[in-house]
């Protein structure tokens, strides 16, 4: 019984850190981009990969 509630707390802890390095990095990037956009636009649509539509 003290295993299952060890395998329980390691994957509530793993499901945290994990949750907590994937919101760090992805707010960090979104917030770099956004910088960057409002800095130089066409350097930040570089970096994502944005294509301007062509229109006739």
Same mark, same amino acid.
């Given at each position: 019984?003290? #295993?299952?509630? #060890?395998?329980? #707390?390691?994957?509530?802890?793993?499901?945290? &850190?994990?949750?907590?390095? &994937?919101?760090?990095? &992805?707010?960090?990037?979104?917030?770099?981009?956004?910088?960057?956009?409002?800095?130089?636009?066409?350097?930040?649509?570089?970096?994502?990969?944005?294509?301007?539509?062509?229109?006739?």
């Amino acid at each position: 019984m003290k #295993f299952i509630g #060890f395998l329980v #707390f390691m994957i509530v802890l793993l499901m945290g &850190f994990s949750m907590l390095l &994937f919101l760090g990095l &992805f707010v960090g990037y979104w917030l770099t981009l956004v910088g960057l956009e409002a800095i130089n636009p066409r350097f930040a649509h570089a970096i994502i990969g944005h294509k301007e539509e062509v229109s006739e």
